[in-house]
């Protein structure tokens, strides 16, 4: 499976925008990518995905890099309740397999007030 | 709610005892998936459920573990002689179909002692 890659931590200031980054080199024809995110003692929750346009959504925006091998979500304005463990996971539409969910370590943010 | 709901919450077990953990999936919801989460990593992987059968159970540890979904409904993850390194938060999550976005539970939180 494709891999991605993610800085362990970042760190943002309330009702300011945050951009996380992903890596994904290796990224496939078929594989989407995917962004869930984890609040602190909860189950992982779905932000948004995408294949190779940028999307929005009412939580976030997602930003495809032109040859697929990055992507950056986006928080337009950063609240306390973003602080959470952001996972970027490839899921290749092209395989039997694409339910299975491949989560790395993630990128823990915290929102300062 | 209308989520998918997860019980326990906490079980604490003594080592070599029986467990059994529920999840009541979203209604409607036909594919029904374990993943396991140990401390200061990403979830795993363990068993997807398509209806009433185990679809890939690939993830599954060995063969103290196992898991049920009789009417394609609610599902019960087993695990036989607990050991202390089954200690961890097992999150249960449910998608419309194989290639929906899936939804989780808040886990349940398994200390062997």
């Known amino acids: 499976d494709a891999k991605t890659t993610q800085p362990n931590s970042m760190e943002s200031n309330e009702e300011e925008p945050v951009h996380l980054p992903c890596n994904h080199s290796?990224?496939?024809?078929?594989?989407?990518i995917h962004w869930y995110r984890q609040l602190p003692s909860q189950g992982p929750e779905y932000v948004i995905h995408?294949?190779?346009s940028n999307v929005n959504n009412r939580m976030a925006s997602l930003a495809i890099a032109e040859d697929r091998k990055s992507s950056t979500l986006i928080l337009h304005r950063a609240t306390l309740r973003d602080a959470a463990v952001y996972y970027c996971?490839?899921?290749?539409?092209?395989?039997?397999?694409?339910?299975?969910?491949?989560f790395g370590k993630g990128t823990l943010l915290t929102v300062n007030p | 709610g209308a989520g998918v709901s997860q019980t326990p919450s906490n079980k604490v077990t003594e080592k070599g005892k029986y467990v059994e953990l529920r999840c009541d999936p979203i209604?409607?919801?036909?594919?029904l998936y374990w993943y396991r989460q140990s401390l200061g990593q990403g979830p795993e992987f363990l068993i997807y459920?398509?209806?009433?059968?185990?679809?890939?159970d690939s993830g599954l540890p060995n063969d103290r573990f196992f898991a049920v979904r009789p009417e394609g409904s609610v599902s019960t993850l087993k695990i036989q002689r607990t050991e202390r390194g089954d200690s961890a938060v097992y999150l249960c999550?449910?998608?419309?179909?194989?290639?929906?976005?899936?939804?989780f539970g808040q886990g349940t939180r398994l200390t062997v002692v």
């Open positions: 999550a449910s998608s419309f179909d194989r290639d929906s976005e899936a939804f």
């Open positions: 290796t990224i496939s024809g078929t594989d989407y």
């Open positions: 995408g294949l190779t």
């Open positions: 996971i490839l899921r290749d539409e092209g395989r039997g397999s694409n339910y299975k969910l491949t």
């Open positions: 209604s409607g919801h036909t594919a």
């Open positions: 459920f398509q209806g009433t059968g185990a679809a890939d």
